[in-house]
Structures are given as structure tokens and as C-alpha cells.
């Protein structure tokens, strides 16, 4: 792993995304990255990994997701693994915002807001695990 990596697994379990944030948010300091980039990085993270952990499994099993960082220049690729459910986020519907919040399809939200943060987000099932793929454009400090 090199020092503009960051690699770490997750359990499936809600309480893991205060670990992922203590692991993110030094990496990202190191690197110079801005608070308003943090902030959106937090939020794609979270929104991708709690899909998986609520959404992922059908079963009550311990699985790990395992998640890399990788910051090249101005971009910052995250890769997400998992063995869940084979499941496509970039085949959800796009919410509508054009009909009253009472006849809006539940849930959808998440990966709008992953979508629109994000340069570019792919998906793929490879044997038995999903691969979401997300690049993200980052402004770093000069000296960094």
C-alpha cells in the first residue's frame, strides 16, 4: 500500500461506519484534501457502505466489505467489494422531485446523491462479490 493508499475492511454491522471515518478522515488531512471535498467523501462513503449493510445480505452472517482509497492527483478513486447480493446501484431510478414528497418512490435517494457527487461511478459482479467503482474530483493544499 502505498502512502497515497488507504485499504481497510468493514464488518457488516451499522457501528462500523465510526471506524471507516477515523481511518478516512486522517488520510484525507494527510493528503491535503479540502473540508468541503472530506465532507462530500463522507457522505458517498456512507451512503454506499450502509447500502450494503442494510441492503447486501440475506442472511445474519458476518461478511466484510472491503474498501480502497486511492488518490491520484486531483482524483480520489474508491473501490467498495462486497459478497452481497448482486446488486446494480446505477440501475436505480432517478428520484423524482417533480411530484409531491407523499407519492415519491421510498428509498433511491442515496445513490442519486452518490451519483451527483461523483465524477464517475461504475459497477460490476465479478464470481460472487459486487464492484462499485467511484472516482471523485479533490482539491488539495498546494504544499501537499
Do not use: W
Not at 493508499?5 to 488520510?27: H, K, Q, T, V, W
Not at 448482486?86 to 442519486?112: M, S, W
Request: include cysteine; hydrophobic fraction near 40%; charged fraction near 30%.
Amino acid at each position: 500500500m502505498s502512502p497515497s493508499e488507504l485499504a481497510f475492511s468493514l464488518r457488516n454491522d451499522r457501528g462500523e461506519i465510526a471506524r471507516m471515518f477515523s481511518l478516512l478522515e486522517p488520510f484525507c488531512r494527510a493528503h491535503g484534501i479540502s473540508d468541503d471535498d472530506l465532507f462530500n467523501i463522507r457522505l458517498v462513503l456512507d451512503e454506499a457502505v450502509i447500502n450494503v449493510i442494510v441492503h447486501g445480505y440475506d442472511d445474519t452472517a458476518e461478511h466484510l466489505i472491503d474498501v480502497v482509497l486511492r488518490l491520484d492527483g486531483g482524483t480520489l478513486h474508491i473501490q467498495i467489494r462486497d459478497d452481497g447480493v448482486p446488486y446494480n446501484p446505477l440501475d436505480a431510478p432517478t428520484p423524482r422531485f417533480d411530484v409531491p414528497i407523499e407519492q415519491r418512490r421510498i428509498g433511491g435517494l442515496g445513490v442519486h446523491i452518490v451519483k451527483s457527487l461523483a465524477r464517475d461511478v461504475r459497477y460490476r459482479r465479478e464470481g460472487n462479490r459486487n464492484h462499485l467503482d467511484i472516482d471523485m474530483a479533490v482539491t488539495r493544499k498546494a504544499e501537499c
